[in-house]
Every structure is written in C-alpha cells, then in structure tokens.
C-alpha cells in the first residue's frame, strides 16, 4: 500500500467515530500535494448539506486527533469541506445513491467514438455503469474506463 493510501485509510479510521456521533458522512479523504503543500482533505456530507459549522466541529476535533497519532511525518494542511454540488462519484454507494441523476463525464478509451459524455445514471453494478445518453439510448462503460464522472450541474 502506497503511503497516500495508508495516511487516507487510517484517516478514515479516526474521523468515522466523529462522523457517526454526528450523523455526518464520509464522502471522501485524499492526501494530495498541490503548489508544493501536502493536502489531508475529508469531504462530508449530511441529509440537507454541510454548513461551516460542522466542518468547523470535525476539523478540530481531528486535528487533536492528528497531533496525538502523529502518523504522518510530513508537514501538511488538514481541511474539512463539503464534496460539492458537483461531487465526483467515486465509491460504490455514490454511484448507487445517484442512480436517476444527471451525470458528466471522460473516458480513458473512446466508447462509440466518444470520451466525453454526458447523461442519465441508469444503474450500476460495480463493475460497469450504463449512462442513457439521449432519445433513450444507453450506453455501458466499463468503470475502470471511467477516468471522471460526477453529477451535472445546470444552473
């Protein structure tokens, strides 16, 4: 296991008990490095969204518990945020919970000579997805071609 999948599983592991009192959910936890910083970033959610407050009352609660675990030696940013209106689908309970909306996304390889798409969620299986594109045709993609999908925002 690379070390930005261990310091994100065990992430996970600390932040669950705090989410769960909270009746939050863990949308998401990353280790990335942008512009020269490390970034710990965990995305919640609630039913009826994430205000400031609430990520406020999770990010101090686990920076204690970051400092007491001390589990990753790089110097880095902790930040707690919403995943966004234009969440990136990424789990299995994502796709499941986003079947009937509105989706966008790219491939990796062409499928019906198109890497860009943009559609209905149909279902998904765990192992493929099938996007209704228009006038009712689907189209199946394979989620490891899958390189970005999230929900469709109109405004």
Not at 34 to 47: F, P, Q, S, T
Not at 76 to 91: A, D, H
Not at 119 to 146: K, P
């Amino acid at each position: 296991m690379a070390k930005r999948e261990e310091y994100e599983k065990k992430t996970e592991e600390l932040i669950a008990p705090i989410l769960s009192e909270n009746g939050f959910e863990l949308v998401d936890v990353e280790y990335v490095k942008e512009a020269g910083n490390w970034y710990l970033r965990a995305y919640i959610d609630k039913e009826g969204g994430i205000t400031l407050g609430d990520c406020e009352l999770v990010s101090r609660r686990m920076n204690d518990l970051l400092d007491e675990k001390d589990f990753i030696p790089d110097s880095y940013i902790f930040e707690v945020s919403s995943p966004g209106l234009g969440r990136q689908l990424k789990k299995d309970k994502d796709f499941a919970r986003s079947i009937g909306s509105e989706v966008e996304g790219k491939l990796f390889r062409a499928v019906d000579k198109r890497k860009d798409f943009c559609g209905v969620l149909r279902s998904f299986d765990g192992e493929a997805v099938v996007i209704e594109v228009q006038d009712g045709q689907e189209m199946t993609i394979e989620r490891d071609n899958i390189a970005l999908i999230r929900l469709k925002i109109d405004f």
